[in-house]
């Protein structure tokens, strides 16, 4: 069995998981913030069989777009030079981790 930790756009969640969810996979939807954009995202979690792997990475694919977003060089509430420059950044649709699981209980 398989974790897979999905960061997706806020823009994107809707949809991804409702398709998700129209083929019977569990889902756990997380609030999440990028490091860097310092805007919100979403993490979502997926425990899998391993051979669905591929599936949930195509369903994600079909609907997590990727952007452009601009990064300021500045903090929020700064007041100097920096605060008025900015930078284009491509976040990609989706970012995936796929972790192995050990154990899985409910009880
Ligand atoms: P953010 O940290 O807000 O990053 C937004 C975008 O800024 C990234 O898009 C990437 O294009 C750029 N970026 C951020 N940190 C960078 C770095 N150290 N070097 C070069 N470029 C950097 P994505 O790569 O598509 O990431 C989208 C979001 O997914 C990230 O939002 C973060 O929340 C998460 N993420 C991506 N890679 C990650 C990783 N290795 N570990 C943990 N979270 C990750």
């Known amino acids: 069995m398989k974790m897979m930790l999905i ?6 969640v809707k949809n ?3 398709a998700l969810l129209k083929e019977k996979y569990y889902v756990t939807k997380l609030s999440s913030t990028g490091g860097l954009l310092k805007n919100g995202n979403t993490t979502l979690l997926l425990g899998v069989e ?11 694919g079909m609907y997590a777009k990727t952007r ?21 950044v491509l ?7 796929v972790l192995n699981v050990d154990d899985y209980y409910k009880l």
């Open 16 to 18: 991804v998981i409702q």
């Open 50 to 60: 391993d051979d669905k792997v591929a599936r949930v990475k195509e369903i994600v």
């Open 68 to 88: 452009k977003k601009k990064v300021s060089a500045g903090e929020p509430g700064d007041l100097n030079i920096f605060s008025f420059m900015s930078a284009d």
């Open 91 to 97: 976040v990609n649709g989706a970012t995936i981790f």
């Open 7 to 12: 960061i997706i756009s806020n823009e994107d």
